[in-house]
């Protein structure tokens, strides 16, 4: 399968931004089953400094530094990849026990996926999350069997739900709250596995979305996923993913691997000034044919006013106020004064 892939995130700030820098994590990976035939970062305002380079895990990546003051900014990937993968038959392949696999993490050779069997800040294990994961990995069973029977419990013991947990939420408010998204679901499966010493990282991405029966695809209504890999002896990385209890297939594209989603962030990094900012985010995952033409119909949804727009139209009056402030504050200024006022301190935010 061949898609176009569109990652869209603007950041509107109530305070102009001095200076930002940044670390993107929005070019996919090339990898097995997956060949990236093109890809293109736009972003605004230009960086006075771009840096393309490979990460610690192998993640293209690239560090921005961007030196004009903005009230904006927005970057927009592009991407065109074909995927080709079937994992279908590979569950039948594995015969190593999940012990074996466990023993063969002490041995040298096999440091670089030892790695990803250590506890990360979002994997690290309680006694009860080990005891929920061990359930699956009775004595001597096939890795690859286990992982799925794990996958298949999370996948009916934990409800989807985008309500209670956010980007910071700890594995083990997630394992109390029975229920969370693809990160916190990938979250939990890895720390269950790292907790019996087995490796697995955590991969973001995207999925192939389908429209209700008879309806166009929504340009821009899809988003990015999560899922975990675990390493075989017979098969090298396998992908699970426990949102929709399945192997991975062509309708996942792979955009970076890590010990956890703070590995991957898509966009982190910091700025200088800012204040609060709000962040809008869309995602459109196209099918599309070999001459680059769209499978199937879409549309581009226009509700009367969107979550987005009302948050940024809230930034938008808190610019005005600061506007406001600003001419009241030079009248003060022109006035004749005895006194002197402190030039207050630019705060340093941290985005993700």
């Known amino acids: 399968m061949r898609y176009r892939i569109t990652h869209k995130t603007d950041y509107r700030y109530a305070n102009s931004v001095a200076q930002s820098n940044h670390l993107v994590h929005l070019a996919p990976r090339q990898t097995k089953g997956q060949i990236v035939e093109s890809h293109d970062l736009l972003i605004s305002p230009v960086p006075a400094q771009k840096q393309d380079f490979l990460d610690y895990f192998g993640n293209p990546a690239a560090h921005l530094s961007i030196e004009d003051d903005h009230d904006i900014l927005s970057i927009t990937a592009t991407s065109v990849i074909t995927v080709e993968r079937d994992q279908s038959k590979t569950l039948a392949l594995s015969v190593a026990s999940w012990e074996m696999v466990r023993d063969m993490m002490r041995e040298p050779k096999y440091a670089t996926e030892a790695e990803f069997a250590c506890y990360s800040g979002f994997t690290t294990p309680t006694a009860d999350i080990a005891a929920y994961g061990a359930q699956s990995f009775i004595p001597g069973r096939p890795l690859l069997e286990a992982v799925n029977d794990l996958t298949t419990r999370i996948f009916t013991d934990y409800e989807y739900n985008g309500t209670v947990t956010d980007a910071s939420t700890p594995v083990t408010r997630v394992f109390e709250l029975k229920g969370g998204v693809c990160q916190d679901f990938a979250h939990l499966q890895l720390a269950c596995l790292r907790a019996l010493g087995l490796p697995a990282r ?41 949102t929709n209890n399945k192997m991975i297939s062509d309708e996942h594209v792979i955009l970076a691997v890590g010990r956890d989603f703070e590995d991957v962030s898509p966009i982190s990094g910091i700025i200088l000034g800012g204040g609060s900012h709000f962040v809008d985010v869309s995602v459109d995952v196209m099918p599309i044919d070999s001459k680059g033409n769209e499978i199937g119909p879409s549309v581009n949804p226009q509700p009367p006013q969107s979550q987005a727009q009302g948050a940024a139209l809230a930034v938008a009056n808190q610019l005005s106020q600061r506007q406001d402030q600003e001419r009241a504050q030079e009248q003060t200024q022109n006035q004749p004064s005895t006194q002197t006022t402190p030039t207050q301190p630019v705060t340093a935010d941290r985005t993700y």
């Open 202 to 242: 955590y991969v973001s991405g995207y999925l192939r979305t389908y429209p209700p029966k008879g309806q166009p695809r929504l340009i821009g209504a899809d988003a990015s996923h999560a899922w975990i890999s675990v390493w075989c002896p017979e098969a090298g990385w396998v992908d699970f993913d426990p």
